[in-house]
């Protein structure tokens, strides 16, 4: 089912049964090196994440690891729900924007945009990124994209985003201290909070707004910020994700704020999982309300109570939560009638081959 | 199973996978506040019905009602089963069509036609529709209509409509007093009998065609036979419903024979359901068999046989029979490939949220 975490029901109801493009956007920040800092992906090769993911998602093979035993065997990458139920309720189009990777993907016939982005440094020493132009690339892209479908769901694959997120909304003055999530059940919030001091200790909140989003956030996020303010709500849009995306979201907000302007957003909705929407560790619901415009907002209470899976339970038990836009795609499968059995057997499927 | 009525198989066999838009006529008549002569309903708001249908089917949500405790105990609404198979198989696209609304249904980002139509009176007293200038706008926007899907499905919800069917059908001389159906498994006859034949007591035979509809017909019924002449076979479109789609048909005809014009309607059929198709006191074949044209028509043999939910069990009683569309929507459904018992359960789900 869909739920609402603000809003309505009407928008979401509106695009049930219409066609989406699948966009998701990949970087790699080095803060993701820093030891313990995140759970995404394979120890010493978190870097790999965003093109193991997107391989996985486009062609369901594992292409960019020498030897696949290194697959992980902790908690599995959320891709497996979104390449799940992309293979029983299929985008019709998957499309990869490189904001930044270390390695691209190994994948023939899909639109991988490119943009000459570099992975962004540590934020503990300044991300160095050119913040205004990397936003207007974005709003640019958005300006000149067209879909050939009814709508686009917009997921993303960086690992540490959620600390870079949190480093960003903390930076731009927002009031949200314990409001972020991690792909951990028990947030290693020691190395976290340190990182994100570091990070704040670089920037004065004076700062032009664009020096602080170079030195704190990552590329995603600047990115995605000029993405929708260049679609101008022309295309419907599903930010499928998390406290990353509503980070996104306060980005816009304070670019709008900063530059006197507005932005309609009845056509704009952020979509996530259960684990983000229940989670008790962050609060989704009052970043989004921190916007100045409203916004609608959607989780699928999809979990996998139906599932013996242990791999599977971790996400019941609060790790992982969230990526690769697995929650706007659960809703896209509920859209498309997809029903949970079915789903948990296919997700139980993947894992198992 | 999909089963022909008359006609042949092939029209619709060949809209098999396609994509559908779901539209839904609504209107109210004061022939419905006639004490006793509808079901479809609550007792004293049984206008709201139509707004509730059209909330129901696009949210999920019955939001016109002050009091949610009033929803009716008896028979549920068909719009269940329309929703249902919208939930499994979705339409591509909703989009109602306001024919005299008293209230607006409380909807965002879903299209509503809209051409200042009010609800019409009692045709007891004479409906008082200027029926000349709503066909006239039925045909120019059939003339205009643009689908963006394969095809159209159009339904219906109006309260005490088939006693407004049966007097149009009556009043233009068809034989056919023992051929309408009614919500009611023990159609109450008198009082539906007593309003009949107050209102034809009001027309004569001679009047004017648009003299006659305008005072005992309703506003779906008139507006529906210009749409499909204005659509004239360019839009594959299927009629869903009972006997008060057929009277539809029965206009067309009608007008067609005063005007000296013909129809093509290779791209026109009518389906219902299997308790319409079934009924042993309405007889929709005969009424299809009275128009000049050829026409296609279909059942889905669906019942609740797999269900023991009592108030479904009233559906296969003979109770409620038809209405929202629920015929061509299940049709709809078994051409996307949905299971009897996938179906069941989700509407026994609705009915026990």
């Known amino acids: 089912m869909i739920k609402n975490i603000t809003g309505k029901i009407d928008f979401i109801e509106s695009l049930r049964g219409k066609k989406a493009t699948f966009m998701l956007a990949l970087s790699n920040t080095d803060t993701a090196n820093i030891e313990g800092i995140t759970q995404a992906g394979i ?55 490189n904001l930044g990777l270390e390695q691209l993907p190994q994948i023939e016939y899909f639109k991988i945009h490119d943009f000459s982005i570099k992975p962004s440094k540590s934020i503990q020493e300044g991300a160095n990124i050119d913040a205004q132009s990397l936003f207007q690339q974005g709003v640019s892209f958005g300006q000149t994209y067209i879909c050939k479908d009814d709508y686009i769901i917009l997921g993303e694959s960086v690992p540490s985003g959620t600390t870079t997120a949190k480093a960003t909304a903390l930076a731009l003055g927002y009031d949200c201290k314990e409001k972020f999530s991690s792909s951990f059940k028990d947030v290693p919030n020691v190395i976290r909070e340190k990182t994100i001091e570091k990070a704040l200790s670089n920037i004065s909140l004076d700062d032009d707004i664009f020096k602080i989003l170079g030195s704190v956030s990552d590329n995603m996020i600047i990115f995605n910020a000029g993405f929708i303010l260049g679609l101008n709500n022309k295309i419907p849009t599903i930010l499928a994700g998390g406290t990353q995306m509503a980070c996104v979201l306060l980005v816009v907000n304070k670019i709008l704020e900063v530059m006197q302007g507005e932005i309609e957003t009845s056509n704009l909705a952020l979509a996530t999982t259960s684990w983000i ?18 916004i609608n907002s959607y989780y699928s209470d999809f979990d ?35 029903l949970k059995t079915t789903l948990t057997k296919k997700i139980e499927n993947l894992l198992g081959e």
């Open 43 to 97: 120890p010493n090769k978190i870097y790999l994440t965003p093109t193991l993911d997107s391989e996985f998602l486009t062609t369901g093979e594992v292409r960019s690891l020498d030897n696949i035993a290194e697959t992980p065997k902790g908690v599995p990458t959320p891709a497996l729900i979104t390449r799940a139920v992309h293979l029983l309720k299929p985008f019709s189009n998957i499309e990869l924007i």
């Open 304 to 338: 996998f109570a139906l599932s013996n899976h242990p791999a599977l339970k971790l996400y019941d038990d609060g790790e992982a939560k969230e990526g690769v836009g697995a929650g706007g795609t659960l809703v896209y499968g509920e859209l498309n009638g997809l």
């Open 277 to 294: 929407a229940n989670d008790e560790k962050s609060d989704i619901k009052a970043l989004l309300e921190m916007c100045k415009f409203d």
